[in-house]
């Protein structure tokens, strides 16, 4: 079977990130629009033909069947909007987090698997410049042995969230960030959490933990800072990388070989400070690299890098056992 010249893809729901899968799709060479559904509709002026825009799955379904489809309605609705893409054939790319709960997103991967389509996960962090530079540096031995990695994802709250609390929306961001970037899987983890905006959700969670391999972690994450902050910090034997994902900005602050005689900075300096190198990076927004990459995957492309659903999976799961863990007031076990 050959594989469409143009692949197509609708989005479902508009609002602060379907809106931006929308405007990508509508503006590629190289992917089709067919349409967008949102029961509320167009609130952003996202989609520029009114023809594309249809209040449920069944209208744009009769319209033009897509190739591939973004699920990015709230999240207690991933399942039942896959469930409805999957009977109708669509390989489906699925906002994180994956599911409301480890148990939805097992049941989600289940009906895609049976239905023979590809599936996977948006987390776009992923295709950050600053990461994927961090990640190949690291991959490359530039670090040494790696120590800890440290995440901040910091801001006021997001009106557009209802459904879920800070863990989920986003905590899961930096839970698959440690994950990706240290190449192992949580072996556990503990957390505590706020509840200060007067929401049933958690606006706060401060969780450490350490990964299979032995390397340790640490997120802070919250709703409440009146300044955005987006920071992943890895320090190693050689020195410590720090990425400014806001920014794109990947810098390397080098250990020093410089000694020193004072017998006071001997005894309290650790390593000395060494030179500071901040990168320059091709960047290219995120989401279009996402889109691109899931595309190419959804028509058969197998080395397509791709979050798998398997993966969001994880990153539920490490989630609820964060939660579980500030309930309980112990560290949970995450893995052998």
């Known amino acids: 079977m050959t594989a469409p010249a143009r692949p197509s893809g609708a989005v479902l729901g508009l609002g602060m990130i379907g809106r931006h899968h929308a405007r990508i799709l509508q503006s590629h060479p190289d992917l089709r629009f067919a349409g967008a559904v949102d029961p509320t509709g167009d609130r952003y002026g996202a989609v520029h033909d009114p023809s594309r825009l249809f209040g449920t799955l069944d209208e744009l379904l009769e319209h033009d069947r897509p190739d591939f ?4 309605v709230p999240t207690e609705e991933h399942l039942p909007a896959v469930r ?6 669509v390989h489906v790319l ?9 148990a939805q997103a097992r049941e989600l991967i289940a009906v895609v698997r049976d239905a023979g389509l590809r599936g996977a996960v948006g987390h776009v962090e992923r295709c950050n410049p600053a990461l994927l ?10 670090l040494g042995d790696v120590f800890s990695i440290t995440t901040t ?12 609390g800070v863990v989920k929306d986003l905590a899961t961001h930096d839970l698959d960030i440690v994950r990706w970037i240290g190449g192992a899987p949580v072996q556990r983890v503990s957390a505590e959490v706020e509840h200060r905006a007067g929401r049933e959700h958690e606006d706060l969670v401060l969780a450490v933990g350490r990964l299979t391999s032995g390397t340790t972690f640490a997120c802070t994450v919250d709703w409440l800072s009146p300044a955005k902050v987006r920071r992943t910090r ?15 900005d990947l810098t390397f602050h080098a250990n020093g070989e410089a000694s020193t005689d004072w017998a006071p900075i001997q005894q309290f300096r650790g390593v000395s400070e060494g030179d500071t190198t901040h990168y320059a990076l091709e960047r290219r927004e995120p ?18 890098e791709v979050v798998t659903l398997e993966e969001g999976l994880e ?3 490490v989630a609820e056992a964060a939660l579980d863990s500030a309930q309980r007031g112990e560290t949970v076990q995450c893995g052998p």
């Not at 699925?94 to 480890?102: Q, T």
């Not at 994802?153 to 879920?164: L, N, Q, S």
């Open 69 to 72: 489809a973004v699920v990015a």
């Open 84 to 89: 409805a893409l999957a009977a109708a054939g």
């Open 94 to 102: 699925v906002e994180k987090p994956l599911a409301a709960s480890g």
């Open 133 to 142: 530079d961090l990640r190949r540096r690291l991959r490359a031995g530039q």
């Open 153 to 164: 994802r910091v801001g006021p709250f997001p009106d557009r969230i209802r459904d879920v």
């Open 234 to 248: 890895v320090l190693g034997e050689r020195g410590m990388l720090v990425a400014d994902t806001l920014a794109a």
């Open 287 to 304: 989401l279009l690299v996402e889109l691109e990459t899931f595309a190419a995957f959804a028509m058969g492309d197998d080395e397509a």
């Open 315 to 317: 990153a539920v799961a």
